[in-house]
T-cell receptor, first 117, second 114 residues
């Protein structure tokens, strides 16, 4: 079974400050990990994904995440927040290389990022 | 290129009614998945279809059913609607069904059950 825990339902930062959104996963097999962003009244957009290649993954809009197996973490960071980054962010896990079947995503509960001027 | 499309965008139903939601995947994608997103929660997996066959089913009652057509579009049906079925229903498509394939999400159908 897989699960994802996102620490903090809301994170507030000032424009220009570091963004850090936390994600810890639980998986019985090597995972694939994803970060998605959801703007109000929209679907989900993929920010970045880890699929067992480089542990530091760079995504769109200046975001990056580092896979740390020893900590079972996949935290999302951005050096400098922009007002347009205000949205809800979801971490998700699916079975990785050992997966011989379908690719259902298990999502965390989400973290709302608030950016103040 | 068109992304994943879903219809309708919004829907209001009353308890006990039935509803059908529709999804068209990205051209060339053969896998379609359905997710339910209740307000304030992350999406929860309902079904995955690949090449018109059900490949996976989440922990949802039998009131929920789906199918995939030869053109890879999909429908999600929910019978005997309950208030708790009110949610955003998301459709996602991917080229194949394996985990490394990115899932592209549509804008969702907002279902309100009164």
């Amino acid at each position: 079974a897989q699960s994802v825990t996102q620490l903090g339902s809301h994170v507030s930062v000032s424009e220009g400050a570091l963004v850090l959104l936390r994600c810890n996963y639980s998986s019985s097999v090597p995972p694939y990990l994803f970060w998605y962003v959801q703007y109000p009244n929209q679907g989900l957009q993929l920010l970045l994904k880890y699929t067992s290649a480089a542990t530091l993954v760079k995504g769109i809009n200046g975001f990056e995440a580092e896979f740390k197996k020893s900590e079972t973490s996949f935290h999302l960071t951005k050096p400098s927040a922009h007002m347009s980054d205000a949205a809800e962010y979801f971490c998700a896990v699916t079975r990785g290389p050992a997966n011989s079947g379908y690719s259902t995503l298990t999502f965390g509960k989400g973290t709302m990022l608030l950016v103040s001027p | 290129d068109a992304g994943v499309t879903q219809s309708p965008t919004h829907l209001i139903k009353t308890r006990g009614q039935q509803v059908t939601l529709r999804c068209s995947p990205i051209s060339g994608h053969k896998s379609v998945s359905w997710y339910q997103q209740v307000l304030g929660q992350g999406p929860q997996f309902i079904f995955q279809y690949y090449e018109k066959e059900e490949r996976g089913r989440g922990n949802f009652p039998d009131r929920f059913s789906a199918r995939q057509f030869p053109n890879y579009s999909s429908e999600l049906n929910v019978n005997a609607l309950l208030l708790g079925d009110s949610a955003l229903y998301l459709c996602a498509s991917s080229f194949r069904e394996q985990g490394y394939n990115e899932q592209f999400f549509g804008p969702g159908t907002r279902l309100t059950v009164l």
